[in-house]
């Protein structure tokens, strides 16, 4: 006796049926981390999502808006106007790096294991290190013979070379923890006034760090105060 699926499946046949298609709304896993790594190469932050993902090579709207979808469903970003912020944990890939990490991959970022201390704050700050961390990190491992410091210079001692490329190589800048150090060692808030120019000063992009504001005001981590705007961080580091 044939039974009933059989039966639908050849009536199916029969009338010419199509095919079950794919939910074009769901997007390939592998998609989906493609548009992870477009992000994290953006410090983790882009103005315009919708054009920095056509850039990454996602030509259909309906995939990009998939995309995002996906990573807003999973709570793997915040989303703030047209902008979209990856969360510390994604855009590093796992647990969010110490600062003593973060420390050694500023200083080993452009391959070698020293760096002039000229600008020195700003590199640091775009991999989340303020310059009271700065100071206190590098008196610290000074004294475990993890750097040698002069006055216009600063080496990662040659025992902890490699060590410094290898976070250096897994450590992404992210504008978040840019911003982050930078309000932290500015007494925790800003004036919207000023904003701009302080945070361009601090070697961090004044557009990407307005996506990352935004988020963080939709997620509590930021307020604005005053009459005159002021911004002010209550979470992590000013909590």
Known sequence: MIGARA????VAASIGAPA???DAGIPDVARVEMARDALRAQTCVVTNADAA?????FA????????VEA??????AVQAGDGL????????????????NRFLAAIASDGTCARSTEGLASVMGAYGVNPNEMALLADEMARHDELSVSADRIEVTAEFCDRAKEL??????????GFVAFMAGNECRVGVRDKDLLVSQAGLDPARTDVVIE???????VIYYGYEKTLILVWGPCS
Not at 53 to 57: D, E, R, V, Y
Not at 60 to 67: F, I, N, T
Not at 85 to 100: F, K, N, Y
């Open 7 to 10: 039966i639908c499946f050849a």
């Open 20 to 22: 079950l298609a794919v």
């Open 53 to 57: 993902l056509t850039a990454a090579g």
């Open 60 to 67: 259909d709207a309906g995939e990009r808006a998939a995309v």
């Open 71 to 76: 990573l807003l469903g999973s709570n793997e």
């Open 85 to 100: 912020m990856l969360r510390s944990a994604v855009c590093q890939g796992g647990p969010e790096p110490t600062r003593h």
């Open 168 to 177: 250096a190589a897994t450590i992404i800048p992210e504008t978040r923890a």
């Open 215 to 221: 988020a963080l005001v939709s997620e509590g981590e």
